[in-house]
């Protein structure tokens, strides 16, 4: 399961694991074929800004919170929850039919 950064899909340039992502998922290496014909599907979940310990930090500096959550229509930060649910679904037998996809779970980001 690949996890990479919101803005990795809005833009693919920046140099984040997200790079790293799109090659796993769209690119191929030198002599290898699709991993998908070796029966491995290969999606990510590109989540937006997530309510964990690691940004607790943040909360005192709610201006540049605001300035994040000003980018979504949602107006708010993901809960793990919330991720881990989108990895399931990817894990379970309801995506077999998916593949080289990348799933913005991003609270409207990338559709504003």
């Not at 605001?66 to 649910?85: F, H, V």
């Amino acid at each position: 399961m690949a996890m990479g950064e919101f803005q990795g899909v809005m833009m693919p340039t920046t140099p984040t694991g997200s790079r790293v992502i799109s090659t796993l998922i769209f690119g191929r290496t030198e002599g290898n074929t699709s991993p998908a014909r070796r029966g491995v599907h290969v999606s990510a979940v590109a989540p937006t800004y997530i309510a964990t310990p690691l940004l607790d930090k943040l909360n005192e500096q709610p201006e540049l919170i605001g300035r994040w959550l000003n980018l979504t229509s949602m107006d708010r930060m993901g809960k793990p929850a919330e991720i881990a649910s989108v990895v399931l679904f990817l894990a379970s037998d309801a995506s077999s039919l998916m593949t080289g996809s990348i799933i913005a779970a991003d609270a409207d980001y990338t559709a504003v």
